[in-house]
């Protein structure tokens, strides 16, 4: 409700303010506050907001800002071509050198909307490393929230309205104390997410498992552990302010309950990550979170299916730690894929769970060595099919999917050929730009 008044707000006060202008224009001023409003919900939307993240998960806000923030370029450039078709002359206004100061700075938040949506939608096909696409993408976004505000501004028609101008004044007002909490405040409060490392386990040769423990002050009467729900994630980084310091997320694989200590079960791929697992003991890591939605506790269900491939398994394991510790006693399933026996992480402690937890466990392979009497293949609907109870039991349970785009895109094929209810499948992936 709170997006949708932002979104409409500017337009309704002008239309109710009514004007002469021809149709063209209408059009056109229409197109223009649109997006201006668009504008600040998508920037509010990629803010981590911990409400949001809770309330929606990361997965769907950084889909939405996405598609809202190509939708804003489309509308600015109708809003553009209308001034035209309005007055050809007005193609002048995109002279940088010779336009008044307004054109200017609507021309200049407009490249830079161009030049944002042209990183976000062509990041994979680049070599740029993630950290350098940030900075530039938070340079462009600073960029087009003042070359729009000083549109607004130097437009002087817009604000002349009493009304309108305190609308554009809390839009504006809001979107800085978003980001100021955002890059200000947080790095300032970093300390109250402080851990030292207690241990670096390794899980496999190409997957570890970093423990941390609290290392900020103590205070009578505060848990000293960061609360999170099972499933959710932390963003990670290695130094205080947010501005210099490389992060990322990763989801918390060790359960809720679980006394003092938090893990990350992270594999090694990247610069990053390599970077984490020559962490020593003793050395001080930073924690945003918790973030995020895909959780069991955020949902009522006779029973959970939990479906991940590879580190993906590490959410799962959050929660199946957290169950067996409140001692739940509904039937739940464990299906997760590899490419090898080896890849199967966790096997042991899985094995120990089935003892405390109505656990199945389902493990399959889809480069079976020789030997290997379990399931091969990838996930799919008759392995599903086999796993699951009838049709109107298996409705009443909770799916939650974790691994690569092609597992879960595949496990979401198979559950929708196996009429899941959409709204009882759960997903959540770290796809950030």
Do not use: K
């Not at 309330?55 to 035209?84: C, D, K, Q, S, T």
């Not at 848990?223 to 959710?232: D, N, S, T, V, Y």
């Not at 006779?302 to 479906?307: F, R, S, W, Y």
């Amino acid at each position: 409700m709170s997006f949708v008044t932002v979104l409409l707000a500017p337009l309704l006060l002008s239309i109710s303010a009514g004007g002469s202008s021809s149709m063209d224009m209408e059009l056109g001023l229409v197109l223009g506050l649109v997006p201006t409003s668009m504008l600040v919900v998508v920037i509010v939307m990629a803010s981590r907001v911990r409400s949001l993240t809770t309330a929606f998960g990361i997965e769907r806000l950084m889909r939405l800002h996405r598609y809202l923030g190509l939708f804003v370029v489309v509308l600015v450039l109708l809003h553009l071509g209308m001034v035209i078709v309005a007055d050809p002359r007005n193609v002048r206004l995109l002279d940088l050198l010779h336009a008044p100061p307004r054109a200017r700075a609507a021309t200049v938040a407009t490249i830079g909307l161009l030049l944002i949506a042209g990183l976000a939608v062509f990041r994979r096909r680049m070599t740029m490393r993630y950290e350098l696409w940030r900075a530039i993408h938070v340079l462009l976004a600073a960029v087009i929230i003042i070359g729009a505000a000083l549109h607004v501004f130097w437009l002087n028609h817009l604000i002349q309205n009493p009304a309108m101008a305190v609308v554009f004044g809390v839009l504006l007002l809001g979107v800085l104390a978003v980001l100021i909490h955002r890059w200000v405040v947080r790095p300032v409060l970093a300390g109250r997410n402080q851990f030292r490392v207690q241990e670096i386990r390794r899980e496999s040769e190409a997957v570890s498992t970093l423990v941390l423990a609290p290392a900020g002050r103590r205070r009578p009467g505060r848990r000293e552990q960061m609360a999170f729900a099972p499933g959710q994630f932390a963003w990670l980084r290695l130094h205080r302010s947010v501005l210099v310091a490389e992060e990322h997320p990763f989801t918390i694989a060790s359960g809720a309950l679980a006394e003092g200590m938090i893990e990350f079960t992270i594999r090694h791929v990247g610069d990053y990550t390599r970077l984490l697992s020559h962490l020593h003991p003793g050395q001080t890591v930073y924690l945003d979170g918790p973030h995020g939605t895909f959780s069991v506790d955020h949902t009522q269900a006779t029973g959970l299916v939990l479906i991940a491939g590879g580190v993906g398994i590490t959410p799962m394991m959050s929660m199946l730690r957290t169950l067996a510790a409140r001692g739940d006693r509904r039937p739940h399933r464990l299906v997760v894929s590899g490419r090898t026996p080896s890849e199967l992480l966790f096997s042991d402690e899985i094995r120990e769970l089935t003892s405390r937890l109505n656990l199945t466990v389902v493990q399959t392979v889809t480069q079976p060595p020789e030997g290997w009497v379990g399931p091969t293949g990838r996930i799919g609907r008759d392995l599903l099919e086999a796993v699951l109870p009838g049709p109107f039991r298996r409705n009443q349970l909770d799916y939650f999917l974790c691994g690569s785009p092609a597992l879960v895109g595949g496990a979401l094929t198979a559950l929708e050929e196996l009429d899941i209810p959409a709204q009882r499948v759960h997903t959540e992936q770290f796809d950030m730009v």
